[in-house]
């Protein structure tokens, strides 16, 4: 015993530059990643300056509108095409990251990379309602993969990497490491290791820093308020929430449906469907051309000048309408800012609505417009904590922190007792399915914790039956790992580490959610 001790000991006082390394090589992600998104992220907002500058040159000159129309059929084209050519680099990005995290989805990095860049700047800045966070989510990602690859990491440290570059590339856009880290481990990888999130919050900040050199140190959504939210004004922050969740419920269903719908009206190839959206902006443009967009602009300036409660009703329509156009084509092109923009649309029809009947003060309108996104985004992507972070660094103000916090918990209860699911993860399975079991490739652990009230807790590792083409190696309990063996208890807040071949990581993750109890 005396000697176990002592062998203890010697193994703590040596160094462990395991962590430190992977905090080293996950702040190199972050500097290229920072540098890729933010040069992605000022191409889009130069790109829309001069495509809103055109509509007001075709106003002014109506013989380029046949010009117009013809660019944007084959803008459409050519960003189908390159989907076609990758489909990976379809939709959000936020799906095929957390497929490829979960091993339910490979792709190649370089050709992913530049079609994504590419392509995601030629979707969005033309004045699309689709947001530039879930591509940079994805270039992030792709970077952070690619530098595992060239350099020859093992497939434990390239998922840390890919996951590493996902937060950088949030980071980068939003200018929120802490959220941007966060929804990494919360939405994407749903792991809270520390080494995922030691290397992940290094990266992201790496990169926010890189991103300030580009775009300052005003938060994106910089909104100034009148005056903190008192206690009396909770219960209306109560049934904000409600509202918020029934509406993100109606959002997560329109949008799981539209590529269904596509399919359905429209007689051409899929790649070909983002020649609707292309065109259906054009009459926006002339019309509303500061509609435009993800929906950055459209929330700061509902949060200035406010308009009417009709107008606003207007406005949510317009832009849910064609953020489902946008999205459902399936070009590369994100819903994160337009989430935050509807809520906070939603935010200021509550508030004015309430202000119509005399039951609410106008000066915390500008409140509930902040808090509605925390709240709206929590319900769609269920994913609380990165919505309170997130509104709290991109508006700038650490006030809001009670109330958000009860907004995106009722928006979120809403949501999970009407049935809805995580909206990314929705999004997957119509990607992917688990594949079937893979054996006598290269080996993987995954890393699979026990919550508190899970069905494992309590029960010995004799009590079930494990997947074939797995092994349990190891209990983390703690700081320590216990080598299991049948008599061991298992216990809520250990992390069972598991090997198994690499290509079986998201279907060997389904199974371990519905173990069989072994009956012999």
């Known amino acids: 015993m005396m000697q176990w001790k002592g062998t203890k000991s010697t193994q703590k006082n040596k160094p462990d530059q395991t962590r430190l390394l992977s905090i080293l090589k996950g702040c190199l992600i972050g500097i290229l990643a920072g540098f890729v998104v933010s040069a992605f992220r000022q191409m889009i907002v130069q790109s829309l300056n001069f495509v809103v500058f055109m509509y007001k040159q075709i106003a002014l000159n109506w013989w380029l509108l046949p010009v117009w129309i013809i660019l944007m059929i084959n803008l459409a084209i050519f960003v189908g095409y390159l989907g076609k050519q990758f489909p990976e680099i379809k939709g959000s990005g936020i799906p095929q990251v957390e497929g490829q995290l979960s091993g339910n989805l490979e792709y190649a990095w370089w050709p992913v990379l530049w079609r994504k860049f590419v392509g995601g700047i030629l979707a969005i800045g033309p004045g699309l309602f689709l947001g530039r966070e879930g591509p940079s989510i994805q270039l992030g990602a792709t970077i952070g993969q690619g530098y595992a690859e060239l350099s020859h990491e093992s497939e434990v440290d390239r998922r840390v990497f890919i996951a590493s570059g996902a937060a950088a590339g949030l980071s980068a856009a ?58 009396t004004m909770y219960p209306h922050v109560l049934l904000l929430g409600i509202f918020l969740g029934v509406m993100g419920f109606v959002y997560q269903r329109v949008l799981l449906k539209m590529n269904d719908w596509y399919k359905a009206l429209l007689r051409f190839p899929d790649w070909l469907f983002g020649i609707v959206p292309f065109l259906l902006v054009i009459p926006l443009g002339f019309l509303v051309p500061q509609l435009l967009g993800g929906g950055n602009s459209v929330i700061l300036q509902i949060a200035t000048q406010l308009p009417g409660l009709s107008l606003l009703i207007g406005i949510f329509l317009i832009r849910f309408i064609f953020s489902m156009i946008s999205y459902g084509s399936g070009l590369p092109g994100g819903i994160f800012l337009p989430i935050l923009s509807l809520g ?14 005399g039951l ?55 949501v999970d007792l009407l049935g809805g699911a995580p909206i990314y993860e929705s999004l997957l399975h119509r990607i992917v399915k688990p594949t079937m079991p893979h054996s006598g490739g290269k080996l993987d652990r995954i890393e699979f914790p026990i919550f508190a009230g899970s069905y494992l807790a309590g029960h010995q590792v004799r009590d079930f039956k494990w997947p074939q083409n797995s092994l349990l190696v190891a209990v983390r309990r703690g700081e320590r790992e216990i080598i299991p063996h049948g008599d061991t208890l298992l216990l809520a807040g250990d992390t069972l580490i598991i090997s198994t071949d690499h290509r079986n990581r998201g279907h060997l993750f389904h199974l371990l959610n519905q173990l069989p109890i072994e009956t012999g």
């Not at 999130?197 to 890189?210: D, K, M, R």
Request: glycine share 6%; hydrophobic share 55%; no cysteine.
């Open 174 to 231: 939003f200018n929120a490491p802490i959220a941007s880290t966060l929804f990494v481990l919360e939405e994407v990888y749903h792991n809270f290791s520390p080494l995922i999130w030691t290397t992940a919050l290094a990266s992201a900040i790496t990169a926010n820093f890189v991103s300030t050199g580009f775009f300052g140190l005003t938060p994106v959504l910089h909104i100034v308020y009148a005056r903190a939210l008192p206690l």
């Open 344 to 357: 906070a649309i939603l935010g200021a029809i509550y508030g004015q609505t309430m202000i119509s009947l």
């Open 360 to 414: 609410f003060p106008p000066a915390y309108l500008t409140n509930f417009i902040v808090i509605a996104m925390a709240g709206y985004f929590a319900g769609i992507g269920k994913a609380p904590f990165t919505a309170i972070l997130l509104i709290t660094e991109m508006v700038g103000t650490l006030h809001h922190l009670m109330p958000l916090a009860v907004v995106s918990i009722t928006a979120y209860l809403v």
